[in-house]
């Protein structure tokens, strides 16, 4: 094993007799079920994960492909399936373990959540809302943004979940596409010991009328900071719920009746609504709860995900409560007040399932690679990652000091759009390869194709796509059914096969995938899609700026960095006066978009190396952005020597 890209990590025979899927042939036998059977296999799921309130009868509907349902004729409700179907049995059972940023600790029984639930839900009640209604939830992470989720869920409203870190335009964007008449917010956050305002940008984006739709305003009170008030359209969370009741009979939906929309950036400006049905979409986090994570009734599970991110979604707000775990949610950040406080999270609640992003493992290895040891981390059974695929020396340090070489690790692949993992290994199963996810989820069908959508060899790099529908798949772009078919089903691929916007590889003699990276313009920044096209948009609005082109680099932390190739109106600037227009645009950037876009770096240039027929060269500016010498045919450039000034 001294060649630890290739070396296997095999499962022990404890392992193997303990996890859900047992073994190697357990997982063959699922697989060669769902082969055999495809429907049938999902249909088995469904009865046997979900509550229903009316049984389908129809499994999988393809009249209208690539708009696929799944259950049609069903019924159900997601927050009874995560609720109340465990109250009998462990309703005084902890549902979440919240840590403040402050270190202070907050629990709720499965009892006094369904509580919170049922009385948010009875608020919004008075509020005139309708189903299907589409509701904006802008909030810190804690208890209450659960709360929101699944009280919207309960009566059959849709959620829209804006991360507490994006900006008053991207709020007003996401409010616009989806006629929000309701937003959820808080006074405010806390983050790494600092208090950041939230109310403040959804006053910014509801001034002059900009969002008419919005009637109401629901405020948590979190920080206690003065903030603006409009008595007309504003209610304190706890003046909506004060008197309801604590019952509330949950609305019984269609299994296709969208659950939540979840906007991603794309390789265009404008980001795109993901819509998420209800019962293939707790179906899939309900199984991938189960066999990717092993999850047992004494496990503590801990996701560190914003629910702002699609992770958030299945691996806080809906799965783990599906499946009746106890999970830590938590509020910080992962260096605040130092570098030990995950490993502490860890000691102090017994964390046996631990789900991180590479990003922050990479910071936490930088800023104190020995801590782990400092820290009792014995209660660690299964470790996780998430967001981008985790570089071999990573995942040996995850493994070695945070798992003490006995926890696998679950290197899961997977999307907004996917709703759940679709290549991981699976525990007690997958014998392990760092920096590979390994094999597909069972009953994912994942192959690798050309550009004509024809399967190449194994060993052959191409496009990852999924080749049949999944019951947790994107059912549709929110108001953009081209750009859903254009983005996911093209027609170059023959219009079924599910383009994952991932090139990928499968290796040889053992079939591991490999994730090679984005094949379209858009960033994998700590773990977040951040599209080319929206960051340039934002950069171009700037007065000052005339041109923008913006590229990725590999970064030792975050995975890629942003640098962004500015032409200005006026005088290319220099020394002092590049230092500060660098700064106006970095901070123009977080406020057009939110500070996780701001350009790492920011180079300016008199022009943009283009074609003759004015086509910007962006493969040149990822090879400047890298250091890496210009070898390629520039002979097509109209303005080769800007090169040499964008060093």
């Known amino acids: 094993m001294n060649d630890h890209s290739t070396a296997f990590y095999y499962p022990s025979d404890e392992l193997v007799k303990q996890s859900a899927v047992q073994g190697i042939n357990g997982y063959n036998k ?83 959540l369904h509580h919170q639930v049922c009385k948010l839900a009875n608020g919004l009640k008075t509020l005139g809302l309708q189903l299907g209604d589409r509701v904006i939830i802008y909030m810190p992470m804690g208890i209450e943004a659960v709360v929101a989720m699944q009280a919207c869920a309960r009566l059959g409203l849709i959620h829209s979940v804006v991360f507490g870190g994006f900006s ?10 989806a006629s929000a008449r309701i937003v959820i917010t808080s006074d405010g956050q806390f983050r790494g010991g600092k208090k950041i305002p939230l109310k403040s940008a959804v006053d910014e984006a509801l001034k002059d009328n900009l969002c008419n739709k919005v009637e109401k305003v629901i405020v948590f009170k979190r920080t206690n900071e003065d903030v603006t008030w409009n008595p007309s359209r504003e209610i304190w969370w706890h003046d909506l719920i004060k008197n309801q009741s604590d019952v509330c009979a949950p609305v019984w939906i269609n299994s296709e ?106 910071s936490l290895i930088k800023l104190g690679p020995h801590l782990p040891k400092e820290h009792n981390l014995t209660s660690l059974r299964i470790l996780g990652s998430v967001g981008e695929p985790i570089n071999p020396e990573t995942w040996m340090w995850f493994y070695k000091e945070v798992g003490g070489s006995r926890c696998p690790i679950a290197d899961t692949f997977w999307q907004t759009e996917t709703g759940g993992h679709v290549i991981t290994p699976l525990p007690g199963v997958t014998p392990l390869i760092p920096g590979s996810c390994t094999l597909p989820f069972p009953g994912m069908q994942m192959s690798v194709v050309d550009e004509t959508g024809h399967e190449v ?74 599209g080319t096209m929206e960051i340039e948009s934002a950069l171009v609005a700037n007065p000052f700026v005339a041109e923008a082109a913006v590229v990725g680099k590999p970064h030792e932390i975050k995975g890629e960095a942003i640098v962004a190739y500015v032409v200005l109106k006026g005088k290319r600037p220099e020394g002092e006066d590049a230092k500060e227009m660098v700064n106006k645009l970095r901070d123009w950037v977080g406020k057009e978009i939110g500070p996780i876009a701001k350009p790492d770096e920011i180079r300016f240039g008199e022009n943009l190396p283009k074609t003759r027929s004015g086509k910007i060269m962006r493969r040149l500016l990822r090879s400047l952005a890298k250091g890496e010498a210009i070898t390629a045919d520039i002979s097509t450039l109209e303005n080769p020597a800007i090169l040499e000034q964008l060093k």
């Open 30 to 112: 699922l697989c060669e079920r769902a082969n055999n059977d495809y429907e049938g296999f999902w249909a088995e799921l469904a009865n046997e994960l979900l509550t229903w309130h009316k049984t389908f009868t129809q499994i999988l509907c393809e009249e209208d492909a690539p708009f696929y349902k799944w259950f049609s004729d069903g019924e159900l409700n997601v927050s009874y399936n995560c609720l109340d179907r465990h109250l009998e049995k462990k309703g005084d059972k902890t549902a979440i373990l919240f840590e403040a940023d402050n270190g202070t600790s907050t629990s709720v029984s499965y009892k006094e």
């Open 168 to 177: 008053a335009k991207s709020l007003i964007e996401r409010i616009h596409d």
């Open 257 to 362: 009746h969208p659950l939540f929309l979840l906007y991603t950036s794309g390789s265009t400006g404008k980001p795109k609504g993901v819509q998420h049905s209800s019962a293939g979409y707790l179906l899939h986090a309900m199984n991938t709860m189960r066999w990717t994570f092993d999850i047992k009734d004494s496990d503590v599970f801990w996701c560190t995900a914003d629910v702002g991110w699609i992770t958030g979604h299945t691996y806080v707000a809906y799965g783990p409560l599906a499946m009746g775990a106890s999970q830590v949610i938590f509020e910080g950040i992962p260096t605040f007040p130092d570098a030990s406080r995950f490993w502490k999270i860890i000691e102090k609640y017994k964390v046996s399932i631990f789900y991180t992003a590479p990003t922050a493992i990479r």
């Open 457 to 530: 060899e194994w060993g052959t790099g191409g496009l990852l796509v999924i080749k049949k529908p999944w019951p947790s798949m994107i059912r549709n772009i929110w108001n953009d059914p081209q750009r859903f078919k254009q983005s996911y089903f093209p027609e170059d691929l023959g219009g079924k096969l599910y383009l994952a916007g991932d090139g990928a590889i499968r290796d040889k003699q053992t079939g591991y995938f490999t994730i090679m990276g984005r094949i379209d313009d858009v960033l994998n920044v700590s773990g977040h899609r951040m």
